[in-house]
């Protein structure tokens, strides 16, 4: 009987969350300034979305994630995701103040994009601003690759058909038709 009682109350938690999260991504996708496309359908996969009053937000036809994606969008900024973008779990955008994705580019586990950087003032004590930025914007071109672990830092344009290998931390701009890998060398001792 506790069992059942136990069961009949999860369900009564799971369509309160579930209706929560139906109500929060109508709130969203109400705002003047957010164009997502109705095929978007994120909220089932535990997907935060952060959004200012004046940030911009477009996504396009046929986008998807998986799990655990973030997307923060502050003031002013913008956010442009284009036709059939794939992000697998975990990627994060911090948009300061714009991020534009072309088609068909897909994301590995956990990418993070960032279009800013914290404030730093060089004086006798290195001093880091917790709330003082530097942006410039990100643009990634049409049909990418962004494999697992990749960090793209602000003022990068990414040109189209660029494949990037995993573990990447991207900080300059990459051309068209490249592929970027990681080379680590590995050092391996013997423990004798």
């Known amino acids: 009987m506790k069992e059942k009682v136990w069961q009949i109350i999860e369900k009564i938690i799971e369509k309160a969350a579930l209706r ?3 109500n929060d991504w ?4 109400s705002k003047p ?7 978007f359908n994120s909220f089932y996969n535990n997907n935060i979305f952060l959004l200012d009053d ?7 036809e046929g986008v998807n994630t998986r799990k655990y994606c973030e997307f923060l969008v502050w003031n002013e900024a913008e956010l442009i995701i284009s036709k059939n973008v794939f992000f697998n ?16 580019t897909l994301f590995g586990e956990n990418v993070k994009l960032y279009d800013h950087n914290h404030l730093i003032s060089k004086t006798e004590k290195i001093s880091i601003s917790k709330d003082q930025f530097s942006t410039a914007p990100i643009k990634i071109g049409k049909n990418c ?4 672990n990749v960090t793209i830092l602000k003022g990068v344009t990414i040109g189209n ?7 990447c931390l991207i900080h300059k701009s990459i051309p068209s038709n490249t592929i970027v890998k990681n ?7 013997t423990n004798k």
């Open 89 to 104: 779990n975990s990627c994060s955008i911090n948009c300061l103040e714009k991020i534009e994705i072309g088609e068909d």
């Open 161 to 167: 058909n660029v494949v990037i290998g995993a573990g």
């Open 26 to 29: 109508n709130f969203l996708v």
């Open 145 to 148: 690759w962004i494999a697992s």
């Open 183 to 189: 080379i680590q060398n590995l050092q391996l001792e």
């Open 33 to 39: 300034n957010v164009n997502i496309h109705d095929s």
């Open 20 to 22: 929560k999260k139906k």
């Open 54 to 60: 004046s940030a911009k937000i477009t996504i396009k």
